[in-house]
């Protein structure tokens, strides 16, 4: 699979990239959610790792932006943080359309197994049909 990595943190983006790629996959890498969409604008993505606590765009915005494009809308959506964990920010990831929420850090098996789960419901997503949450 061709991935994005997306963390504001250069190590963590090394991190995970080092363990998704010994697995086979590509990666790509963006340090905020607008370098996201610009990536997501140009190439072939089939899914996003997320993190929230950036600058210009956090996760829950970038999530939010990815469920109302009609071209990006189904594209599987992973949050993963460490800062954001309380039951109210699982919840709002929920809200925006993130397809799953790990907490860094997880264990490989249990970031193989989230992107599975996510990709086995991309078919499911139906299309936007307004606003996923309000602005």
């Known amino acids: 699979m ?3 990595i997306v963390d504001d943190i250069a190590t963590n983006r090394k991190l995970l990239r080092v363990v ?3 697995e086979g996959h ?6 905020d959610g607008v370098e996201a969409l610009q990536i997501l604008a140009r190439e072939s993505v089939d899914a996003v790792i997320s993190d929230i606590l950036m ?3 956090d996760g829950f915005r970038l999530c ?3 469920r109302k494009s009609e071209r990006l809308h189904a594209l ?6 460490s ?3 309380s039951p109210g920010d699982v919840k709002l990831a929920e809200t925006v359309g993130a ?3 790990l907490t860094k850090p997880a264990p490989t098996a249990d970031m193989l197994a989230a992107l599975r789960e996510v990709m086995e419901k991309k078919t499911a997503r139906p299309a936007p049909s307004g606003p996923v949450v309000e602005e």
Do not use: G
């Not at 590509?26 to 340090?31: D, P």
């Not at 599987?76 to 943080?81: E, G, H, K």
């Open 2 to 4: 061709n991935l994005l």
């Open 20 to 22: 998704l790629e010994a």
């Open 26 to 31: 590509t990666t790509l890498e963006a340090a």
């Open 55 to 57: 600058p210009n765009m």
């Open 64 to 66: 939010h932006e990815i």
């Open 76 to 81: 599987p959506f992973i949050i993963y943080t």
């Open 83 to 85: 800062t954001y964990t």
């Open 99 to 101: 397809d799953k929420y």
